[in-house]
């Protein structure tokens, strides 16, 4: 039987993985923000940089925390083709 601080501090990494999963949603937004900026262009490009390797990295720690399980659901929703093929029917 688990305890009940195991219990909750599973919760809280599965809370925190989804928290970093939607800031990387955050980041890849704030790149279509950039153009808009009045920053010189090399400031942009090197922003945009920045924002692309935050929002993989809070991605893919995202992930982990969750879990396998998460992650391949998560996956599976954005392949592109038919859901039906991946089962069979």
Do not use: C, H
């Not at 990494?13 to 955050?26: D, K, W």
């Amino acid at each position: 039987m688990k305890d009940n601080k195991s219990v909750v501090r599973k919760g809280a990494t599965r809370y925190a993985g989804i928290v970093l999963i939607v800031l990387s949603f955050i980041f890849y937004g704030g790149i279509i923000l950039l153009p808009f900026t009045p920053f010189s262009p090399g400031l942009k490009s090197g922003a945009a940089v920045a924002l692309v390797i935050a929002g993989e990295a809070s991605f893919w720690i995202g992930a982990l925390l969750v879990g396998r399980e998460v992650a391949s659901n998560y996956r599976s929703f954005f392949r592109i083709g038919k859901r039906g093929e991946e089962k069979g029917q």
